[in-house]
């Protein structure tokens, strides 16, 4: 019987003022897509297919990114695979899934002020940034949202949904209960297994969202204590900019 994975650390939020001011020494590193990865490495642009405005019908990563996915998947236990839900992402989708987020909370707590009503907010969606200097962590190409799956190819229980705004989803919240029961047990093990997993291949991870993890973005450098970030505000290569670029 395999030991027991160890628990996943509480970490503090990001502190996004100190985050700006890391340097970005870009790379120029492409985003390639992730559909074009074999098993067990699997693409679902999660936001795309839940109709989010603007959203783009592919999982872009950076390259360096997409090589670490690779690595993460195959070295999973036989029968498991990795799933990614979201990466590169357009600036008006971070716009749209903030001022969303952001309602909804408002609607919910009508006498929060301005200040504490963006912190909650910002403690699932990023705050709409394309500043060279302090983008949006998707933006970069070097945030990625992951889950686990099954045999079957279906999401393995992580005790919330992906996306889900709550406590609950902090990446650590399973980690406190003294006697879990079997349901919040296996999500609690199912996380730490994605959580050792992405960090053995170097990724970081945004303790309020178990499935966001990073490489080569500012926020990866935060947490990992580098001195300066690989990627930037990015795009994917569209045939109108190679077109552009040939002539």
Not at 235 to 241: C, H, I, M, W
């Amino acid at each position: 019987m395999p030991a027991p994975l160890p628990p996943i650390p509480h970490l503090p939020e990001p502190d996004w003022s100190a985050m700006a001011r890391l340097p970005i020494r870009e790379c120029h590193e492409p985003l390639v897509p992730v559909s074009l990865a074999p098993p067990p490495l699997g693409a679902y642009p999660a936001y795309s297919r839940l109709g989010v405005p603007g959203a783009v019908n592919e999982c872009h990563v950076r390259e360096g990114v997409y090589r670490r996915l690779l690595a993460v998947a195959r070295a999973l236990p036989e029968g498991l695979s990795l799933l990614v839900l979201d990466g590169w992402r357009p600036w008006r989708v971070q716009q749209h899934l903030f001022e969303t987020l952001q309602e909804a909370i408002r609607e919910r707590h009508p006498s929060l002020d301005e200040a504490t009503l963006e912190a909650r907010t910002r403690e699932f969606v990023a705050l709409p940034s394309r500043d060279p200097e302090a983008p949006s962590p998707h933006l970069t190409g070097g945030a990625v949202d992951v889950t686990l799956c099954d045999p079957d190819g279906l999401p393995l229980p992580m005790g919330t949904l992906f996306d889900e705004a709550a406590p609950a989803s902090h990446t650590a919240a399973l980690e406190p209960l003294e006697a879990p029961d079997e349901t919040q047990r296996r999500a609690r093990d199912n996380r730490r297994r994605l959580y050792h997993a992405m960090r053995s291949q170097g990724f970081t991870n945004l303790p309020s969202e178990w499935w966001h993890f990073d490489f080569g973005d500012p926020l990866w450098a935060h947490y990992g204590g580098q001195a300066e970030a690989h990627y930037g505000p990015t795009e994917p290569v569209t045939l109108e900019s190679r077109w552009r670029r040939g002539l």
